[in-house]
């Protein structure tokens, strides 16, 4: 990371989230280079990995993995990344592509990254860039010489990206320890999620996989299993920030408006959930977690939504997209145009992507009984 001005512009393009893309990782299990010693658990990583590529008994070198990391006890294992896979293109494509955005985001503060290992893992960066995307500040140090320093810096921030991020129930597939390793592939899932979550105005290049090699010994013998693990997947919906619209005129121009606006749609929804004794009072909140807008759905196109199909009292932030998501499918089912939003935008409380939503249906249906 260095000071300065001169720095590559990142594509513009669109991209987003495909519903249901929620497959536990290889990482949920095995943190970086971290040791286990409980064998059963290559069994469960063998169950898991759909697209491993198993080499029972390949030495070491088949993988041109340096020796260090598998000086191994018996009975141990540890996981570790294949180099040869950090050069694919792909994966370098997004490598550049993640730099050229965190430069592009800092910027005015001139600050440069040229390597996502080496310049994010003690969290200086990372702490720019959340408060930079979210326009919040956060206490921490802004330098840290000690390791101990580093880590508790990093901790505090991770806290605060994971909570942004909705990760108060699952565990994200980055971890302190994983980052402040400089596991490459952890902070690859880390800035992934960063650019879906705040709709950067990027291109990432779909279907991207690293591989990832478990080596165990047995006996003083050594057994390597390759796998491939996914960094992103396939978009079908706008990943960057949508052309301005109507509502972005009524929030920067006539936000006096606003309050009508939104008074009009909570007593058109009011009219309809009320059949079932339900009444809401805030958009953003009350239809963050997709429930409303499941039996709203079912309500407005005549026909009962089994309640199995959903999550009644959605526990987390996954449950909270699901649901939104199958909304989102009922509105496509009764004619509608998939909605521009995102459902991470509608459980984010993102008040313009919510008025968008609503507004559609009550043009739709505003004359329904």
């Known amino acids: 990371m260095s000071g300065g001005l001169n720095r590559p512009k990142s594509?513009?393009?669109?991209n987003t989230i495909r519903s249901g893309e929620k497959e536990e990782s290889f990482w949920d299990k095995f943190s970086t280079l971290g040791r286990k010693r409980?064998?059963?658990?290559?069994?469960?990583v063998e169950e898991e990995g759909k697209n491993a590529i198993d080499y029972p008994g390949a030495p070491y070198q088949f993988f041109d993995i340096p020796p260090e990391d598998y000086a191994l006890r018996d009975h141990e294992q540890r996981a570790v990344i294949d180099p040869q896979s950090l050069n694919e293109p792909e994966v370098r494509k997004l490598q550049q592509v993640l730099i050229d955005w965190i430069n592009d985001e800092l910027a005015e503060q001139r600050i440069i990254v040229k390597s996502i290992d080496e310049d994010m893992y003690d969290g200086q960066v990372l702490h720019k860039?959340?408060?930079?995307?979210?326009g919040k500040k956060l206490d921490v140090p802004e330098v840290t010489q000690s390791e101990e320093g580093q880590r508790q810096k990093l901790n505090i921030v991770l806290n605060a990206v994971n909570h942004t991020l909705g990760f108060h129930m699952k565990i994200p597939k980055w971890s302190v320890e994983s980052v402040h390793s400089k596991n490459i592939v952890a902070i690859y899932h880390l800035l992934v999620a960063l650019v879906r979550h705040f709709r950067a105005p990027v291109r990432l290049p779909e279907n991207v996989f690293v591989t990832v090699v478990i080596a165990q010994k047995n006996s003083g013998v050594l057994n390597a299993q390759k796998f491939q693990e996914q960094i992103t997947s396939e978009y079908d919906d706008v990943g960057m920030r949508c052309e301005k619209d109507a509502?972005?005129?009524?929030?920067?121009?006539?936000?006096?408006?606003?309050?009508?606006?939104?008074?009009s749609l909570i007593t058109f929804v009011n009219k309809h959930l009320s059949k079932l004794n339900f009444e809401i009072n805030e958009l953003s909140t009350d239809f963050r977690d997709g429930v409303y807008l499941c039996l709203l759905m079912g309500l407005l196109g005549g026909f009962f939504v089994p309640l199995q199909e959903f999550h009644l009292t959605p526990q987390?932030?996954?449950?909270?997209?699901?649901?939104?998501a199958f909304s989102f499918n009922l509105m496509q089912d009764v004619g509608l145009p998939r909605p521009k939003a995102r459902p991470e935008d509608i459980v984010n409380m993102d008040l313009k992507s919510t008025l968008r939503v609503l507004y559609s249906l009550f043009t739709t249906f505003r004359n329904y009984a």
């Open 11 to 14: 594509p513009y393009v669109s």
């Open 38 to 44: 409980e064998t059963k658990a290559v069994q469960k």
């Open 129 to 134: 860039l959340w408060e930079k995307l979210t």
């Open 247 to 263: 509502f972005d005129t009524l929030f920067d121009c006539a936000p006096e408006k606003l309050t009508v606006v939104k008074k």
């Open 316 to 324: 987390d932030a996954d449950q909270m997209i699901n649901n939104v």
